[in-house]
């Protein structure tokens, strides 16, 4: 027996059996161990890492994932969602989209130097850029850009923005446009070299009255500040005691250029306003005394629109009672971005901390459900026409002074002329027929004479009806001068007069400007 057993261990290939059992139970453990379906192991493996759980998702997706897949694309399209989750204003650029916004920004950008509308579907430019780069090589007010790069861009339904990207670019590159001009048969050639063009984010400064300023200031960019200075130098040189500072539509900028413009009304130790964040130790910004405007009479206005950095103006006004807050309750961003940069040239926009005014009052609305459709549920409320409406804790500045959204004059044939883009349409025509004697006006009394002289309102009313819109009786007489100013304002952008002109007409009919100059009336005569 013991011989059998000996002769049996002595077989070669008993061990050769045995190693490999062995072996491919060793193997198969080890495969199913590295292969799971069961996440929750990996998990396991990985619990003691922040965001284990986001990392062994991509993993098992890169390993296992039926099909060949970008990690790239993966990327791309999560990280406008990760964002997006934590609140309405934490965001992803990807390249393009972080260029355009710093630009936005920056004060300046690369492109051909016009100011443009596009009615009728073609591409009109209403002003050059002086000494930029489409004057400098003979492009005109007038002009209609048809091709751009050979690509046509007329009588297609080319977006207005993608016409914008293509005349836009790296500076000291070319693009080429094929012009229409009046008078000339066949289409003109141009090459225009691309360059820095500077944009200006104050839109007008300009006396209301002999005493009464108004600068509209579109947003805070880096040259914000130094622009205001010298607006606000001129009109203080004609005699401004008061001013309007017009943030309604300003969605904001740059922190410090709204600290540097409150400080220059409040006095030194009055709190412009603070932020505080989880990962951020609360930062006061105070007031130093050195403002040149302490002492002039001010209104901010502000409506639905106003956001972030315009809130942050009005508040430190407004707790500091240096001023008057005019108009309605403004958006409600109080919430700070840090820009975060990567090397592919895209980023991120991260919520780090809150804003406060001076008194403690955070700026910002809560962000529910709702959140994106809550200037929508405003109208529905009656906040905009009656200040009894206004949400109470909804976030953003309440005014001091409500001015309701002003709806006298709206009739069903103004409704209709702008749906179509009538006005737009016409003042193009009729700078087009008037070329020259718009060229050559610089004062608003030539401007009118040349309204009368060609009976501005009678060609209007006859180009109306051409389109298919006829006024219901009594319409134009409610109408009328609504349309007329607004119509005067679009034909003097393409005098010398520029966009003043626009701003000339349209305040006109602003119900927060006549509301100002009541206010201001009054303070004048108690002071």
Known sequence: MLKKLKEFLDNPWLWIFIVVIGLSFYLGKLWRL?????????????????????????????K?????????DIMEKSLPHILESLDPHSVYLPPKDLQAADESLSGNFSGVGIEFNVPEDTLVVINVVPNGPSERIGIRSGDRIVTIDGRNVAGVKFSQDSMMKMLRGPINTKVNVGVKRSGEKDLLDFSITRAIIPVHSIDVAVMLTPTLGYIKISTFALTTYKEFMVAAARLSAEGMTSLVLDLRDNPGGYLEQ???????????GDMVV????????????????????KDLKLYVAINENSASSSEIVAGAIQDNHRGTIIGRRSFGKGLVQEPVYFSDSSGIR?????????SGRCIQKPYTEDYRYDILERYQRGEMQNADSIKVGGGGIVPDVFVPMDTVGVTDYLV???RKSLLMKFSSQFADRNRA???????????????????????????????????????????????????????????????????????????????????????????
């Open 34 to 62: 590295r292969h799971s379906q069961n996440p929750r192991i990996n998990y396991e493996l990985a619990e003691n890492r922040k965001w284990s759980k986001l990392l062994l998702v991509l993993d098992q997706i890169e």
């Open 64 to 72: 296992n994932y039926v099909d060949t897949v970008s990690n790239g």
């Open 258 to 268: 709204a600290y540097a413009l409150a400080n220059e009304f409040l006095n030194k």
């Open 274 to 293: 603070y932020m505080e964040g989880r990962m951020r130790k609360r930062e006061d910004f105070i007031a130093t005394g050195s403002g040149h405007f």
């Open 350 to 358: 991260l919520t780090v901390a809150r804003f406060y005014t001076p």
């Open 416 to 418: 209709k002329v702008n």
């Open 437 to 527: 004697a718009l060229s050559g006006i610089d004062n608003y009394t030539d401007l009118e004479a040349l309204f009368t002289r060609e009976a501005l309102a009678s060609q209007f009313r006859l180009y109306a009806i051409s389109e298919g819109v006829r006024p219901n009786a009594g319409e134009w007489e409610e109408s009328g001068d609504i349309i007329m100013e607004q119509l005067k304002g679009l034909i003097g952008r393409y005098s010398a007069l520029k966009e003043e002109a626009f701003y000339h007409y349209i305040l006109k009919i602003d119900n927060l400007v006549e509301k100002v100059k009541e206010l201001d009336s009054e303070n004048q005569k108690t002071s």
